[in-house]
Every structure is written in structure tokens, then in C-alpha cells.
């Protein structure tokens, strides 16, 4: 199936959820995260923050568990069309930009590209670990620049059924999945 079909497919799948079901599924997927990874003081994740209009999933919930484990948190803002890290802490203030999308009022870039996890955002996965997000390519970039150790994890409502038909050179495949029933891995045992 085409990106543009299954972007608007999974859209709809997602907005059709309520704010209940969102966050009951949000919590599963925490805790698969949590029990999957276990994420340690210190270490370096880079997470999105959602965008509440579009149902995105509650990343709050790992976001107070990193800050409170004293993992270091990092959230992307787009400064002049590209995609930069900004460490959070708690007493962080944040403002919505024109995509409605809160982000952190310090334009600051960390300058980290050493992370331990990308957590992103993205409408569906196929069982390659091939991502349609919204089209803008801001995550592929960003993958483009991270450490190669770094896990390149997808968050997501939905389980992988249909594959990507318009996988272009530049995607960049997810290295993991993580739904409310199971984590998927896509590194073929190089793990």
C-alpha cells in the first residue's frame, strides 16, 4: 500500500480512539518500553512530544519516568526547517507552535547526536520496519545524524500489517517497534 493511503488510513484509526483508549493503550506501550529496554540513569533518550489535535500517543508518561530515573531527556523542535534537540528538565517551559505542537521556548540546540533512543512519532509501521510519519522527512534526517548504536525506536497504537509499497533511498527503517501488545525487532539478530 502507498504511504499516502496508509497515512490517511491510519489517521483516521487514530482519531477514531478516544482520549481513554489512548491513554490505556499509551501506558501499555510504557510499560512494554520499560520492560524491554530498561532504560538506565544516565543514558540519553530523544522523544517526541505529542501532538494532542492528531491523538498522538501520551509520551508524558515517559517523559516523567526518565526525568525522575535521571535519564537525560531530549525533545525536538524545528528551528528554520530543521529538526534540533533541546535537553528538558523539570522546570522546562514550553509554548505551541503553528503546527499546534508544543515545543520548548529555548532555541538551544544541544548539539547531541550520541543517543541511547530515538523514540518517534509516526502514523504506522510495516512489519520492515518501514515508517510513514507526515511527510516532512525531519526523522530520517535525524536518524541520518545520530550515533549508529543509537535504537531507532517507533511507538505506535497499531501492529504491522500491510508493507510499505514507496519505500524511497532516504527512508530510514525504524530498528525497533514498540505497540501495547509486543516490541518488534527489525535488526535481523544483530542485536
Known sequence: M????????????????????????SEKIFQNFITYFKPQSGE???????????????????????????????????????????????????ETNNWGILEPISNEDSGENDFHYVITPLLYCDPKGNRVGYGKGF????????????????????????????VWENDIPLDYLVTATEVLSFLSGLE
Open 44 to 94: 540519553k533518550v530523544h522523544i517526541f512530544v505529542p501532538i494532542e489535535k492528531f491523538n498522538e500517543m501520551d509520551t508524558q508518561i515517559f517523559i516523567d519516568y526518565f526525568l525522575a530515573q535521571n535519564i537525560h531527556v531530549y525533545v525536538p523542535k524545528i528551528v528554520e526547517d530543521k529538526l534540533i534537540a533541546i535537553e528538558i528538565f523539570n522546570d522546562i517551559v514550553f
Open 139 to 166: 526523522y530520517d534526517r535525524l536518524f541520518q545524524s545520530v550515533s549508529p548504536e543509537t535504537k531507532k525506536i517507533g511507538v505506535n497504537y497499531f501492529d504491522p500489517d500491510e508493507y510499505i509499497d514507496d
Open 2 to 25: 502507498l504511504k499516502a493511503e496508509l497515512r490517511k488510513q491510519y489517521m483516521q484509526k487514530r482519531k477514531a480512539l478516544s482520549r481513554d483508549e489512548a491513554f490505556l493503550l
